[in-house]
Every structure is written in C-alpha cells, then in structure tokens.
C-alpha cells in the first residue's frame, strides 16, 4: 500500500470520488463549487496533485477522474500516522488512552465487547 498522505482540500475530493467511483473533472468542480465554494482552477489544481500523489487517474476522453487508493486505505494511513505523531508508534498506547477517556453506554459497550471477541477469535 502506498503511503498516500492526503490533506482536507483532497479528501474533499476524494471523499466525492469514493462516493460517485468516477467523476469528470468539470462535474468535481462543480460539486466542489457549489458545497466548498472553490473556483474551477482551485479545484483542477488539487485534481493534478492527486493524480501526482497516485490517488486518482485521469482517463480521456472526458478527463474522467477515478480512484486509484481506497477508502479504507486513506484511513489506514492516516491513522498510522496520528498514532506515530501523538503515540511515538504505540498503539496498545493509542487503544488504551483513547478507550479510557470514553463514558461508554451499555449498547456501546456491548458492541465493544462483541468486537474485541471477534478480534480475538481472528487472532487465534
């Protein structure tokens, strides 16, 4: 996996990517226009940077802009890289500071629990 590091203004767009698979160009600036208020420039500009990093992939014709990174790939690396800037790359650190400083409601401690057994069951 590469380690694709995206900032607001991309995730932005990647965020309108994952949820529409593929876009024109013209449309993201568009959407983006009318919900984030950047002009077409501003948005083409962090389109070229995305497709730079390796996130997305132009495709002609039509400037047809597609994901190349998931979802779930983004998010893995930016939580690796928030546990090695606050945690120093802990993560029993993260889990136990974070899970701790929660008043959990029952629900919520039932699928904690539930979840914790299924990842101890993968585990084994």
Known sequence: ????RLHEGELNVM???WSNENLPAKDIA?????????????????????IDKGAIKREDPGFICKTIITKEEVQMI???ALIDKVYGGSLDSFITDYLM?????AE?????????????????
């Open 78 to 80: 930016e939580t690796n």
């Open 1 to 4: 996996m590469p380690d694709i």
């Open 101 to 105: 400083k929660i008043d959990f409601t």
């Open 15 to 17: 965020e309108l990517l």
């Open 30 to 50: 568009k959407i983006i226009k009318d919900y984030i208020g950047w002009e077409k420039n501003t948005t083409y500009t962090v389109i070229k940077r995305l």
């Open 108 to 124: 919520q401690t039932r699928l904690l629990r539930k979840l914790l057994d299924n990842v101890y069951k993968k585990l084994l």
